[in-house]
């Protein structure tokens, strides 16, 4: 069959979708891990890339992905509700092969083709397949700028048609991707049309949809990027949804939108999008469409009326107002920099309410007189004033410890007032200056027959709240002039003391209790000495946010928690206490509560963290971590350790070169007790056996109930017979085809496995001390000269003693193991020679039979013939197939390294060069007077006549 014959076929077997999928993918896989040419692998590669564009082959391919990674190791089965067991690594995966175009298809096409099917996760019911498919959609597709920036293709599939459902501006394209999809094969939905005669332009359903499907992508995995992105382009539609759902007393709507403007600005988003907020704060819809009820319980989008554009209820709005300026505030507290938001917000809308702008002669203090905009312009003030007072009542501390930005807005108040008097050269205010103040609230309705008392009551307000304000920061226990501050308060102490002849004398009490005030601030800051402003102040309000985020239940906000305490740790702030911040990663590591297990990428997240802690207080971290691990008080259980275990091995590897002296030597000694057999673990021996017990007891009623005679409905056997049979061994009666000998073997293993150690004594688990051998081997890898001479030997004896000792059927897993670390001494080993121009390194393996002889001692990690003898002689008694593959490879790298160790020289012995030919026979040959480096530093040879 010619080659041409062979392509056709196998595309044709490929294509025609004869073979089913779920023999597709582990047959082509299998090819990608055997060795072969690459060319042919990348033809396998590019076919396993085309299979999600199969009918249902995005689910196809999850499912086979998840079976390929495991869960962690000592990790109990969790319930599940549909789908497959996807860990966090496989999820990863996926999300890398389902986000990869093959070269020789159109972006577009592959993800029309896919999309269909990833939105049949997002909508359905399974969590494990809706978490995979956000992921795979929020990460791999929009993380990805070709896909996901505004104007590709992934942008206008999966985030346009939500922005055009909540904005009331849906169009065909639209239309076809917001319907609810239900085929897992991918087939499109028959997309609904909208009724032009109706006043509904986006009805219930569609808009329920839109709102989980943007839930799915913002809440299911920390994404904070991706938040930001999706969230600000809609950030009016969601506020005004949960404000809407909220007068409406629609609840559980209300409970679904408002995590969403939560982690929004949960993630530190800045002040503009507050400002958005602040200045729309009574937004109820766009300019031609608004909310209302549906008869489901939910809201609809439907075209504004008339009635419906004009402010007409004054005291429904006053109550609106009331509502929406406490879930703002709400929404501040949310920030991770609160304190620094709120000040900005406060001056924001101070500004608006207090500050007259100068030249200002156009009246607008009512709703209906003045010109075209000067109603939105009063609305606008008074909202401005209800959020001040808001934030006045929810953060009065917040901004005394920043007073800097109060005392500024005082001082455009009182600069406004005197510019005003000065102009009028009179020492009352002029008419209509339309100041909305906190006391006019009440009486906003009354907006047409006011007297001029009143305008004149009002117009003078603002300079009143300000010297309030002035008064009590600084009769506050907690001000403090710094640096900063002191010209202000000169600068205002002169302002106020020149606006006080020109003040009514309903404002002179105030303004001059203010101006002494300011009198006894400068002279105190005069006698001593001006406090700086502490360095840390922000690190503090930093941390205090962070430990806050990690407390919530979104993961966008854990992982933006997560990132204040890494910018935290990697500018070295002085708030942060090392054992504190080692503490609380470390209860993050071993949370195993159903919703942490759920969640598994804030426990990954602080791993990474602790590496970075490591960077900074190497020696610290690494005995809390060693300390943890090894549990010598039993408090911690097994899926805890094995976390801190992968949390050490992360450090380990961020340490490099840093791994060595005191903390290498921590490391080492406890990896080798965690290792070895010494670990006595009685407690959890104890409930080992106490399990294994039970399943006894178990399996022998089991057997007895099967052994018992069948008897006639109504019929049973008397309590003293039954006592008498349970008391006979009736395993004889029974044969099976195995003999007893293997059936005992094989329950011993299983048994032995499911104790996690061996049965005699009390030693520790064995996956743990499995782990402990890898991040040893993996600590060796990083910086073996850290080590030393001393832990190396140590680790070699406790190979070879494994080896020779732990020779039970389920100690192969400790036996391959304590093979892998000896071959990573050999390699670490050879990497530092090349590393150091193949100049000795101070210390290696010996090649001499004698193991006293003088030549060895502390640079001596091994005998090379002493291990090879104990190596073959384990190999030829060993059972298990990978582990005597292993030993193989094993003895062969030794054989080499005693092959190179005769170029290199045995140890290090009098500073020679690392290429000294010494062969074991030291400088000289005992019994022979011959120096064969005699003339190894002489110069020209020399011919001698000799007799």
Known sequence: MSTFSLNLLFSRILT?????????????????QSDTAQWFKSTISSQISQVPLRPGGVVQTIMFIASQFSPTLGQEAQEQSNGPRLT???????????????????????????????????????????????YVVGNGILGKRAYGAPGTVGHSIFVEPIFNALTANLDAKSRRWISRFTDIEGSMP????????????????????????????????????????????????????????????????????????????????????????????????????TYNKDSDAGIVLQKRSEETNEHSNLVRLIDSLQARAELFASLIGSDPSSEERTGDIFLYVSQNWLVQPQGSSVPRNTLNGGPVGEGDNIIQRLVSAKVAEKLLDNFKEALTRRPLRVLELIKQVIDGELHKFSAHGTAKQGKGHGKVSLSSLANIVETEDKDQEELESDSTESVSTAFSLMSTLLASAEFSPTTEIQPLLGSLKKDIDQLI???????SKPATTSSMLLEIQLAAADETTVKAVPAHIQDLDTHRQAL?????????????????????????????????????????ITDTSKTAANEEYTYLGAIKIVGT??????????????????????????????RIGESLLRTVQELGDALAGETAKILGEGMVAVAGRRGNKQHAQQGRTKQLAKERREQERAQRKENEPAMPEGWSISSGVAKAASELDLTELHSD???????????????????????????DDLRIRASAISILGSAINVNILGLGAVILSSAVELALATLTLEREPESAILRRASIVLILDILKALEAARERRGNKDIGFGFSLLEDSGSSMQGQSTIGNIPAMLRTLRFVEGSEKDGLTRGNLRALIESLEAWSEKSLMW???AQNDQDAFTPQFGLSDRIAGLQIDPMAGENTGRPRIEEIE
């Open 501 to 507: 002849p020109f003040l009514p004398s309903t404002l």
């Open 548 to 588: 806050s985020n990690l407390n919530s239940d979104l993961p966008p906000v854990q992982a933006e928690g997560l990132s204040l305490i890494s910018k935290l740790i990697i500018n070295s702030s002085p708030v942060l206490d090392v054992g504190s911040t080692l503490t609380l990663l470390l209860s993050l």
């Open 613 to 642: 802690l490591a960077s900074r207080h190497p020696r610290t971290v690494i005995k809390t971590l060693v300390e943890e691990y090894a549990d010598r008080r039993e408090q911690r259980a097994l899926d805890e350790r094995l």
């Open 190 to 289: 028959q997309p609904t049309e909208a009724d032009p005669a109706s006043n509904v332009l986006v009805d219930g359903p569609t808009v329920d949809l839109a709102l989980n499907r943007l839930r799915c992508l913002t809440l299911q995995h920390p994404n904070p990027g991706l938040v930001k992105r999706v969230v600000y382009p809609i950030l009016l539609p969601l506020w005004g949804l949960v404000c809407f759902s909220q007068e409406e007393e629609r609840t559980s709507f209300h409970e679904r939108v408002l995590p969403l403007l939560q982690t929004y600005f949960g993630i530190s988003v800045g002040v503009q999008p507050l400002k958005k907020l602040v200045d729309n704060l009574l937004w109820d819809g766009g300019a031609t469409w």
């Open 88 to 134: 966090v690594q496989a999820i990863m995966q996926i999300s890398r092969l389902l986000s990869s175009v093959p070269s020789d298809i159109d972006p577009t096409v592959y993800f029309e083709t896919i999309a269909p099917q990833l939105l049949v996760l997002i909508d359905g019911d399974d969590p494990d397949l809706r978490k995979t498919a956000s």
């Open 737 to 763: 085809d195995e003999s007893p000998e293997q059936s005992a073997y094989a329950t011993n293993v299983v048994a032995a496995w499911a104790a996690g150690a061996s049965a005699d004594d009390a030693p």
């Open 16 to 32: 025609a979708y004869s073979t089913p999928t779920t023999v597709l993918l582990p047959t082509l896989s299998a090819f990608l």
């Open 905 to 907: 020289g045995i140890g």
